[in-house]
């Protein structure tokens, strides 16, 4: 593993009881690189990188971050080893997942406090400099359910943040939110790739993918299609299933024979 | 009307003693149904097969039996096996007994309520898993324990009312005696009845306003 | 031991009589429940406020204090029940008040879509009470319909007091005679658990097949 690799998986394989849910991807993530995952539902984007901060144990392969070296297996990783990467990697949902019986602020510093044992005043100190980038000092306060999704998931930015991340995983953090809010999400997302933050993010915002990401990968049929740099890989894919992929995502549906066509194949969902 | 009355009047005395008697018993019994209940739920939900088995089978067996022959099983049965509890001793540990495999029920329900995004989002953050328990589960299931906490408790008062059959003096066995000495048996149980009443709204009345505002705010 | 062994006889008639009167109780306040319950969602005002106020006394009073009211504070203006009347009276008047709510509830539960596609199918009230409320609503309403002949059960062990010769009684005598509150007690227990298992069965089974389109 070369010095500036943060993240590197290999030959990473997951099984949920006999159903596969993705085998076999490989992927090294240099510091400040963003990864973009996109691909059809169900080809095991989201399970993928729940499997880096160990959400879900994987079956097979092995994957080396920040440090720790994690195979595949029944053996799980030690509380320690748990602890140090979950600290370290930072999480932001498709659902947000704010805790609604805190504040905003309090769902900020909860961790801070609890798990890193940072002193209140650093830790509310840190919670209103990110709250102040994302444009909601002034909703420090409020519970979870006021705030529009938007806002939610902002919060939710600035919640993983806090815990001063060294790579950052976003599981479709748009798709559950109304068209006018995501754009107020991507730019805080876009912002934060700027700053040089190492990210690895499932998303279906392709022309998002296309400006922030550096590398794209295109899973599909619970596997790795085809990766490499952003542009290359939208504008001129070169596997058949990538290929595949992208029509059908980039133009629009014209007639009725191409709806019908398109719905006789979608069943991977 | 007038002799309902005076029949009240005269044995009010004894009554308040048996509202205090039955109010200190549901008392006790719902701690010990509350902290056995909880370590239930836990064992319930437990990686341990061995605990979860064994609450399993406890919750199983003891809330299929009737009150009153678990009452007789802690009163009677007990005494005879060597184990002399006294009336109040074993009317505690016989509705706490049975309370706490209702109890634990209502926990290990709102426990498990609780959506899988919560404990996901709390350990990407590094929380050990007592901590999630603490902090983010817990939290959360009150609000979903208290309706059915509440309604248990409204059960558990009424249910007190057999413990006159192990010889513990409550609010039914004041009535009883007080039936029995001037024979106005109708006059007497409906004096206990508006009592048992009186708790049954402010149970189920009065909390559940509460309930709703505490819901309310934190909309 | 021993001693127990002369009075598995006396218990399981004890039982059978405890079971039938589950039974016929429970047939019974299904019946009126489910009119009460209709009454009381769609009776006239009067009809509903009685409904639930008969609702609210019976959740709200302990079983064993409907039980001596009706057997012997009844007595006092001079109305005597046998104890066979008066259990079943009171299992039945005490089980409409709980079945009621089951009804209702699982009325309300199914969907309001369910009524407006009927209605705009052009079907009677009648007809969509009871070809799509009623079935739908029965699978909500097995399950706590299966504790509630659990409960109607359990409240036999009562009967003992006003004199109704079941289980309990055979116990109490036992021990009387005997001295053995032990296995006479506990084999009770078991009686009431293999009667409880029982219930429990026959509601999961039916369970399943209500829910067979789900």
């Keep these: 593993m070369s010095n500036d690799v943060v993240v590197s998986a290999q030959g990473l394989t997951k099984r949920f009881g006999s159903q596969l849910v993705f085998e076999d991807v490989s992927l090294d993530v240099h510091k400040s ?58 999480m932001v949902f498709q659902t947000f997942n704010l805790f609604p019986h805190l504040t905003v602020m309090e769902n900020i510093i909860l961790a801070p406090l609890d798990v890193k044992k940072v002193p209140r005043e650093k830790a509310v100190a840190l919670a209103r400099e990110l709250l102040d980038l994302v444009g909601l000092e002034h909703k420090k306060d409020m519970y979870p359910k006021r705030l529009s999704g938007g806002e939610q998931q902002r919060v939710a930015l600035c919640r993983a ?102 719905a006789g194949q979608g069943g991977e969902d | 009307m007038h002799t309902l009355w005076s029949a009240w009047v005269q044995y009010l005395p004894d009554y308040w003693q048996g509202v205090r008697v039955t109010l200190e018993l549901t008392g006790a019994s719902l701690l010990v149904a509350i902290v056995l209940g909880f370590l239930l739920a836990l064992a319930r939900l437990s990686t341990l097969r061995v605990l979860d088995f064994m609450a399993t089978a406890y919750v199983e067996i003891v809330r299929a039996i009737p009150v009153l022959i678990i009452l007789f099983i802690c009163y009677y049965s007990l005494a005879q096996a060597g184990l002399k509890l006294s009336g109040p ?131 | 031991m021993g001693v127990a062994m002369h009075y598995v006889g006396v218990y399981a008639a004890g039982a059978l009589k405890d079971f039938g009167l589950t039974v016929v109780s429970t047939v019974l306040s299904m019946i009126l429940g489910v009119l009460a319950a209709v009454g009381r969602l769609y009776g006239p005002r009067l009809i509903r406020l009685l409904i639930s106020w008969y609702v609210e006394l019976i959740r709200g009073l302990p079983a064993i204090l409907q039980l001596f009211i009706l057997y012997f504070g009844l007595n006092q203006v001079g109305i005597t029940f046998s104890p066979l009347a008066a259990a079943l009276i009171w299992l039945v008047l005490y089980g409409v008040g709980y079945a009621v709510e089951i009804f209702r509830s699982g009325i309300m539960a199914v969907a309001q879509g369910q009524r407006e596609a009927a209605a705009a199918l052009g079907l009677s009230s009648g007809t969509t009470m009871r070809k799509i409320i009623f079935p739908q609503a029965l699978v909500a309403m097995l399950p706590p319909l299966t504790s509630f002949v659990v409960l109607q059960l359990k409240n036999t062990t009562m009967l003992y007091l006003i004199g109704y010769a079941d289980i309990m009684y055979e116990a109490r005598l036992g021990v009387d005679a005997t001295n053995q509150a032990g296995p006479l007690y506990v084999m009770a227990a078991i009686a009431y658990l293999i009667m409880s298992f029982i219930i429990g069965r026959i509601g999961m089974r039916m369970e399943r097949r209500a829910a067979a389109y789900r």
């Design chain 2, 89 to 219: 001793v074993a009317a505690v540990v016989g509705l706490g007994g049975f309370y706490a495999t209702l109890y634990g029920e209502i926990f290990r329900g709102a426990i498990m309520g609780v959506d899988r995004g919560q404990k996901e989002a709390a350990a990407a953050l590094g929380m050990p898993e007592g901590l999630v328990m603490r902090k983010i589960v817990l939290p959360q299931a009150f609000f979903a324990i208290l309706p059915p906490a509440t309604n248990q408790l409204s059960n558990l008062i009424k249910d007190t009312s057999l413990v006159f059959t192990i010889a513990v003096a409550d609010l039914m066995f004041q009535a009883n005696a007080a039936s029995a000495n001037n024979f106005l048996p109708l006059d007497m149980l409906l004096l206990a009845g508006v009592i048992y009443f009186l708790f049954y709204l402010i149970l189920s009345k009065l909390l559940a306003r509460w309930e709703l505002n505490v819901q309310r705010r934190r909309g």
């Design chain 1, 161 to 262: 943040l806090a815990m001063e991340p060294e790579v950052m995983l976003f599981d479709e953090p748009t798709s559950m939110l109304d068209p006018e809010l995501v754009g107020e999400v991507l730019s805080a997302i876009q912002r934060l790739a700027k700053q040089g933050m190492t990210m690895i993010l499932v998303t279906h915002e392709m022309t998002f993918a296309k400006e922030v990401a550096d590398t794209v990968v295109i899973m599909a049929d619970h596997r790795v299609a085809e990766m490499g740099p952003a542009r290359q890989v939208l504008e001129s894919p070169q596997t058949e299933r990538a290929q595949q992929f992208l029509r059908r995502v980039l133009e629009p549906v014209e007639t009725m024979e191409e709806l019908s066509a398109a």
């Design chain 1, 33 to 90: 690189e963003v990864v973009a995952i996109i691909g059809p539902s169900g080809a095991g984007k989201s399970t993928f990188i729940r499997c880096i901060n160990h959400l879900h144990p994987f079956d097979g392969g092995t994957l080396e971050l920040l440090g720790h070296t994690l195979h595949g297996g029944l053996k799980s990783p030690s509380r320690a080893v748990l602890r140090d990467i979950r600290t370290r990697v930072g």
